[in-house]
């Protein structure tokens, strides 16, 4: 557990210390569903809407859980379905605070323009995120389907890496950019929450590094 420096005589952290570490980090990424799923479920019972966790994965990001629901219209697609990067509620909010590199080879692809309202111009997009950064959400206003608007939030670990989504969604006419600060509060509380599990420190208000 512990190494002493035989010219300083001073103690550090040993390798046995740092494999606990990475052991526990590899077990919040593994059990990332479980421990996000009750705040994903107690987030739709507040907001009746649909609710979804999204994970990066390659040049998308995964539905790993989907909360659905209670009304009548449900508009989740199932676990598992990869959503666009550039258009997608969720991969907007990881993308807006990821380390600018990986941002950048990301949107360095021609994109698929699925709506009337999709954004596929990469400066409007970087745009797009420094407003994302100051917020703390980010906007599907349907940008994959019409009718469908979407309000997602980052899950951040412990390395203050946005390694997750948790997003909103439901017809347009009930998630709107103005009329939505209730379910907003909600997200970015219950974002926090799941963040905090993840030995997260700083409010995502805070995390702001890319912006500067």
Request: hydrophobic share 40%.
């Amino acid at each position: 557990f512990l190494q002493r420096d035989k010219q300083t005589k001073k103690c550090r952290l040993g390798h046995t210390v740092i494999n606990l570490g990475l052991a526990v980090n590899q077990s919040i990424n593994n059990n990332l569903v479980q421990i996000a799923k009750p705040y994903i479920d107690g987030l739709r019972d507040k907001v009746k809407e649909s609710v979804i966790l999204e994970v990066l994965s390659g040049e998308t990001t995964v539905m790993a859980y989907i909360a659905e629901g209670p009304r009548l219209v449900r508009l989740a697609g199932n676990i598992g379905d990869r959503i666009p990067i550039h258009a997608a509620a969720g991969a907007k909010a990881i993308l807006a605070f990821s380390n600018p590199n990986v941002r950048n080879a990301l949107l360095d692809v021609t994109f698929h323009r699925f709506t009337e309202h999709t954004i596929t111009e990469q400066a409007v997009l970087l745009e797009q995120f420094k407003e994302i950064r100051r917020l703390g959400v980010s906007f599907d206003l349907e940008e994959i389907d019409e009718g469908t608007s979407a309000i997602g939030a980052p899950i951040f670990n412990h390395e203050e890496k946005p390694v997750a989504s948790i997003v909103i969604a439901g017809p347009s006419q009930r998630i709107t950019a103005n009329d939505s600060l209730e379910m907003i509060s909600a997200l970015k509380e219950t974002a926090a929450k799941i963040s905090a599990r993840l030995y997260y420190k700083k409010p995502i208000a805070q995390t702001d590094r890319d912006a500067r």
